[in-house]
């Protein structure tokens, strides 16, 4: 049996860009290499002093765990060792990193959530890290790092996520069909475990955190209600873990919906357009799925503040679909 590497994945997208220099497959490896980082820590927990807050607030308000800032020093300095990347933005971190090398003939940003679903690592439940690439814009220089990053979700040329599981898996698309990635603990490696995924047209399961309901918009409860009873002949059950690459990652696999929708105290949802909601829509989208924001496609909403938040609606076309027809009636 021969086991293709992600590394060897890449190496081929990469011959479908036209002068390609292997520049982008070393940005990627910056990539896998922190994620293999942060994977070990992971696996570790508990053993390590790892677990925990790091009594620190990042700029959502939200307390830091200990992994969240280890996952962010792992993505941030493995990826500045790339001379093809002039920016990067984090969740962690409230303004762009300008990198130090300032090469003018960087060509990509990379903006990453290093480590999603924090608050369940303290009870051995899936975390994952989220990634988003783009080229960068005629004109930009690193006077202002922000226009590199504030581009629609239409314009990554690379997304992709890791799921820190029962096993690691790494899923991505450079725009040519989606593809998964299983790391080998024995040898280092992730190799290809899910070749070209396709979502369900319809699944079985909606994800959700219902201790909201009262508070989302009534289309929202229409939806859920009518998911409840059935629908096309399908019945759903309901899976919610708290970790959206996790929950996704599912979704994408196994059809259905994932939600995190307006609350009359959050009308954005909970989730960042950058670095979550756009990642997710362009895998989605590859594999044969949709992804909104309840009104508009994700991939097309043009973002004013790095850190934006917006609701979000991802799944296979069927109950996307569903919802759409609910929020015109
Ligand atoms: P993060 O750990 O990066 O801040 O993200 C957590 C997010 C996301 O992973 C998940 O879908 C959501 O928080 C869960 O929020 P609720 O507890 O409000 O359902
Ligand atoms: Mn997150
Ligand atoms: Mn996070």
Not at 138 to 157: C, N, S, Y
């Amino acid at each position: 049996m021969t086991a293709i590497t992600i590394q060897q994945h890449i190496l081929q997208e990469q011959q479908r860009f036209p002068g390609a220099s292997g520049e982008f497959s070393f940005l990627l490896s910056g990539i896998t290499l922190a994620t293999k980082m942060i994977q070990a820590k992971v696996r570790r927990a508990g053993l390590t002093d790892i677990l925990g807050d790091a009594d620190n607030e990042n700029i959502q308000g939200e307390m830091q765990q200990k992994l969240d800032i280890y996952s962010n020093e792992c993505l941030i300095q493995s990826l500045s060792s790339r001379p093809s990347v002039g920016i990067l933005a984090s969740e962690e971190d409230e303004q762009p990193l300008v990198m130090p090398h300032q090469s003018v003939t960087a060509k990509y940003a990379v903006v990453f959530d290093p480590l999603d679903g924090s608050s369940n690592i303290d009870v051995n439940v899936s975390v994952g890290t989220t990634f988003s690439i783009f080229r960068r814009p005629e004109g930009a220089d690193f006077e202002d790092p922000t226009r590199w990053v504030l581009q629609p979700g239409r314009r990554q040329i690379a997304a992709g996520y890791v799921v820190y599981g029962s096993s690691t898996v790494m899923v991505y698309t450079c725009g040519n069909g989606v593809h998964g990635f299983t790391l080998d603990p024995a040898v280092g490696a992730f190799v290809l475990s899910h070749e070209n995924i396709q979502m369900p047209e319809q699944g079985n399961y909606y994800s959700v955190n219902e201790a909201y309901m009262d508070d989302f918009p009534e289309h929202y409860g229409a939806f859920i209600a009518s998911l409840r009873q059935g629908l096309n002949g399908h019945s759903y059950s309901s899976r919610y873990i708290g970790s959206m690459v996790a929950d996704f990652h599912r979704t994408l696999l196994r059809g259905g919906v994932f939600m995190y929708p307006p609350t009359k105290t959050h009308q954005y949802g909970k989730l960042r357009l950058l670095y979550e909601a756009n990642p997710i829509a362009m895998i989605a989208e590859q594999a044969g799925g949709l992804a909104t924001d309840g009104t508009q496609r994700i991939l097309d909403i043009q973002p004013k503040g790095i850190h934006q938040r917006t609701p979000l609606l991802v799944g296979s076309q069927f109950e996307i679909n569903e919802f759409e027809k609910r929020l015109n009636q």
